[in-house]
Structure formats: C-alpha cells, structure tokens
C-alpha cells in the first residue's frame, strides 16, 4: 500500500522560531509536493521537486524554503514563523511521468503559530 | 495558465438522494482532470481522473463525472449518497505540459443529513 507520512499531525511554534516539516514516502516516486489548504481558499502549491536537490518555486513561496537530499524525503521550512503561515500543510508524491499522474498525499500537519 | 471554479463551497443533501458537484475549469492547454475527497483529518485520496477516451469516468465509491470540453466542466455526480460520504471534495487540473502539480479549486462540502 502507498504511503506518504508527515512527521507531525499538530505542531504550535511561536512567532519566529524556524519550522521544519518532513514528508517521507515510500513509493520511488520522483515528484514531490508541498501545499498549503486553507478555508475557502482550496490547496495553494508552495514548493515542488522532481528530483533529488532540484526544486521548483510555486504559486506561494514567500516565507518558505525547502530541501531534498534523498529522493524519498522532502522538507519544508518556514525560515522565521509568521501568523499568517497558520495553516494546514499536505505533502504529495508521484511518479514522474506524464502530467495525469496520481498524486499521493500524507495526512497533513496543522501548524499553529502564535 | 489554470484555474479551477468550484461553484458551491457547501452542499447539504439527504441520505439516499443524488448530488451534482460541480467544477469549471480554464486552460490554454489540453488538460487532465481529477476529484479528490478528504474525510475529515485525513490528507486527500483520488476519486477519480480524467486522461483521455470516455468522457464519463467512472471512480470510487459509486462516484462519477463527465468531462465536458464544450462547456469546460468536469461534474461530479453519486446517484445514491451515504453518510459516510460527507467530506470535502477539490476539483483538480492539471495541464500537459509544464509543471506537473495540481491547480485545485476552492473545495465544496458535501453534508449529507439523515
């Protein structure tokens, strides 16, 4: 069975303490994704990688940075926390193939910044 | 560039009645169409996906969806709804060339009442 796990499902960190979230998936897969969901607002793309140490800035990059020095492990970081980046945070992987391949998501991680 | 509209950010519906969630989407480009659904506290599993061929797609726990090139919508539909049903849905698009993530649209709540 594919899976993607995030090192945590609830996280509280204060106002410009430096973040790290992990995402682990156990699938080969190529591409990774971070998104960021918010009410109303839908899945916003942050960063995405299609290979190990290459990244490719999303819709919402400001504020964030991200690594990947293994193919299966895809971090992201939040250089000095903010308010605004309250939010629920989902991981994704797939293969690299062609553009209609599946996404795979973790559970997510609701971090809370105050 | 994508967008995806979700037209209804919330639909109540009883058990056993049928639902229609709907989703409009632009492109420049051919495209490759997905609904996805998250339960509540859990990340985002694929319903179903549109790639090429049948315009009707069939997916997961009864649902189903047309794509429609015309009209640039890619409906969801379930003749039948069940309680367990009641989650969040994002339409989602990707194109054929480019950037391999997903644009989604805002989501729709679907609360099915006893």
């Known amino acids: 069975d594919v899976k993607v796990t995030q090192s945590s499902r609830y996280l509280v960190k204060r106002t410009g303490e430096k973040v790290f979230l992990e995402c682990v998936q156990d699938?080969?897969?190529?591409?990774m994704f971070w998104y960021r969901q918010d009410p109303g607002l839908g899945l916003r793309l942050i960063y995405f990688s299609y290979d190990v140490k290459m990244k490719e800035k999303g819709d919402i990059p400001e504020g964030y940075s991200v690594s990947r020095e293994k193919k299966e492990r895809f971090s992201l970081i939040l250089e000095s926390a903010s308010t605004n980046q309250t939010s629920m945070y989902l991981c994704?992987?797939?293969?690299?193939?062609?553009?209609?391949?599946?996404?795979?998501f973790g559970p997510g991680t609701r971090l809370l910044v105050l | 560039a994508q967008s995806v509209t979700q037209l209804d950010s919330q639909v109540p519906v009883f058990e056993e009645a049928p639902v229609e969630l709907r989703c409009n989407y632009s492109s420049s480009v051919s495209v490759y169409l997905f609904w996805y659904v998250q339960y509540p506290n859990q990340g985002l599993q694929l319903l179903l996906k549109y790639l090429s061929g049948s315009t009707l797609v069939k997916g997961i726990n009864g649902f189903e969806a047309e794509f429609n090139k015309s009209q640039t919508s890619f409906h969801l539909r379930k003749p039948s709804v069940h309680i367990s049903d009641t989650a969040e849905y994002f339409c989602?698009?990707?194109?054929?060339?480019?950037?391999?993530?997903?644009?989604f649209g805002s989501g729709t709540r679907l609360q099915v009442q006893p």
């Open positions: 994704a992987s797939s293969h690299l193939g062609l553009a209609g391949e599946t996404q795979y």
């Open positions: 989602a698009v990707t194109g054929d060339t480019g950037r391999r993530a997903l644009t």
């Open positions: 699938m080969d897969h190529e591409n």
